[in-house]
């Protein structure tokens, strides 16, 4: 297949910078700063953590001011499946939009954990989670202008395709601690094989996906009677390209204000031989308030900006989400922080 050549500046910068922002931090998956808020995001087995029936829309704007860059939303709400009493089972829905450039992507999964007991307060639990879905992966040939103008690789308007998908999930929790560790894109393999059904193939016009693994780990910490801190950590990894390495740190005044950061960076952890030596590591700084408004209503915002080289040509990236719990049902002795 002939290589696409574009005429438009601007496009090609956009393609050029995404792709090498995404090689250097080995991700393509969709992430929110404010996962933290919303652990189904990353892992099938958080569905049920908060026992309420909890409904969740995040919206992100990356790289404000700079020409087809991504925009991404979600939707999602899980609860427990109150079986005979026992809350063992978690139940969750997502739906996740992304566009980027002429690329769009539209997904839907179910999640079902299975949640283990461990002791007799019910504070405490192991939950097994699965996560199935589709995955909707759209081309819009109208964004391109090449040289050629009837060039048979570049799609005629919008085609798209659907794929199916999974994600596995591992969660547990107790009341000042928890850990995850979860697999998204089970199925990548064929994610991209013959993409658009018809007499040629426009896969090598989208970013190809790779299987990625996440370990996410917390803490809560009182630090006088109104004031807790809970720092926290991610490792997400494709095998590929470096590793990502989250650090974040929230303080929490009087269970209603959240104030705190992110720092993202790249890392080394291990030796891959078909990585360059001399990628440049994409490090993002993320500054994050969320607020409980009401017993119920949750509201956040995350602004991020970048170190990088694409510094320079944009002006940070906004999120804004809010949470509600549909029933909410106060608790004194397990309070529901991560």
């Known amino acids: 297949m002939?290589?696409?050549r574009l005429m438009r500046s601007k496009l090609f910068l956009l393609l050029f910078f995404t792709t090498s922002s995404l090689v250097a931090t080995a991700q393509?998956?969709?992430?929110?700063?404010?996962?933290?808020?919303?652990?189904?995001?990353?892992n099938p087995a958080y569905a049920g953590y908060k026992e309420d029936m909890y409904l969740n829309t995040t919206y992100r704007k990356q790289w404000v001011s700079f020409p087809g860059a991504p925009e991404t939303g979600t939707a999602s709400i899980d609860g427990v499946a109150n079986l005979s009493g026992s809350k063992t089972v978690g139940l969750g829905a997502q739906i996740l939009y992304d566009k980027l450039g002429p690329q769009q992507s539209l997904s839907f999964y179910g999640s079902y954990a299975y949640r283990i007991r461990l002791n007799d307060e019910d504070d405490s639990r192991l939950s097994l989670g699965l996560g199935i879905g589709v995955n909707q992966y759209s081309i819009d040939g109208n964004k391109f202008s090449p040289i050629d103008q009837n060039d048979p690789n570049i799609p005629v308007g919008k085609v798209s395709t659907l794929k199916p998908n999974a994600n596995f999930g591992i969660y547990y929790y107790n009341p000042t601690f928890y850990a995850g560790l979860s697999v998204l894109d089970l199925f990548p393999n064929n994610m991209y094989d013959n993409i658009f059904i018809g007499s040629n193939d426009y896969g090598n016009l989208s970013i190809k996906k790779t299987r990625?693994?996440?370990?996410?780990?917390?803490?809560?910490?009182?630090?006088?009677e109104d004031i807790k801190m809970k720092p926290s950590i991610m490792i997400k990894d494709d095998f590929k390209g470096p590793t990502n390495l989250d650090f974040n740190v929230f303080f929490?005044?009087?269970?209603?204000?959240?104030?705190?950061?992110?720092?993202?960076?790249?890392?080394?952890?291990?030796?891959?031989?078909?990585?360059?030596?001399?990628?440049?590591?994409a490090d993002a700084f993320s500054i994050m308030a969320e607020v409980m408004?009401?017993?119920?209503?949750?509201?956040?915002?995350?602004?991020?900006?970048?170190?990088?080289?694409?510094?320079?040509?944009?002006?940070?990236?906004?999120?804004?989400?809010?949470g509600y719990l549909l029933f909410n049902k106060r608790?004194?002795?397990?309070?529901?922080?991560?």
């Open 2 to 4: 002939r290589k696409v």
């Open 28 to 42: 393509q998956d969709i992430q929110f700063s404010q996962y933290i808020f919303n652990g189904l995001s990353v």
């Open 212 to 224: 990625h693994y996440y370990f996410t780990a917390g803490t809560m910490l009182t630090l006088k």
């Open 252 to 281: 929490l005044y009087a269970d209603r204000f959240w104030l705190g950061g992110s720092y993202r960076t790249g890392v080394k952890l291990w030796s891959k031989s078909a990585l360059q030596s001399d990628l440049e590591n």
């Open 293 to 322: 408004a009401t017993d119920r209503l949750r509201l956040g915002y995350a602004y991020d900006f970048t170190t990088g080289r694409l510094a320079n040509y944009q002006s940070g990236t906004h999120e804004i989400s809010i």
């Open 331 to 338: 608790r004194t002795s397990s309070p529901r922080y991560f």
